[in-house]
């Protein structure tokens, strides 16, 4: 079992950063891939940002060369730095970890607003 806990959106103007921070605790010598989903309102929630155990990460169109994600060297916290923010990043973020079973653990989500 795997528990999320999720800190640093708010609100921010467009042209700024963010600091998303999501920490795995439980059965951490499980986990597999730990990343970033997304959901705006009236939308389908997409994966924005994930990296792998082995540190291959993957990154939406949309946010490339504007996101990173990373994780620390004990592999259970794992960070989204945005930069360049604009208003259609505005949405509910999201963590999640799969495990090796593999099984899916998501946090509760945090805000993101970006004013234009």
Not at 44 to 53: C, D, F, G, M, P
Not at 92 to 116: I, K, N
Request: charged share 15%.
């Amino acid at each position: 079992q795997v528990q999320l806990g999720e800190s640093g959106g708010g609100l921010v103007q467009a042209g700024g950063s963010l600091r998303l921070s999501c920490a795995a605790s439980g059965t951490s010598f499980r986990i597999n891939v730990m990343g970033w989903y997304r959901q705006a309102p009236g939308k389908q929630r997409e994966l924005v940002a994930q990296i792998t155990s082995g540190g291959t990460t993957t990154y939406a169109d949309s946010v490339k060369g504007r996101f990173t994600t990373s994780r620390d060297n004990a592999k259970t916290v794992v960070y989204l730095q945005m930069n360049s923010l604009q208003p259609e990043d505005t949405a509910v973020y999201y963590c999640h970890v799969r495990d090796l079973s593999p099984r899916d653990y998501w946090g509760e989500g945090t805000q993101v607003t970006v004013s234009a």
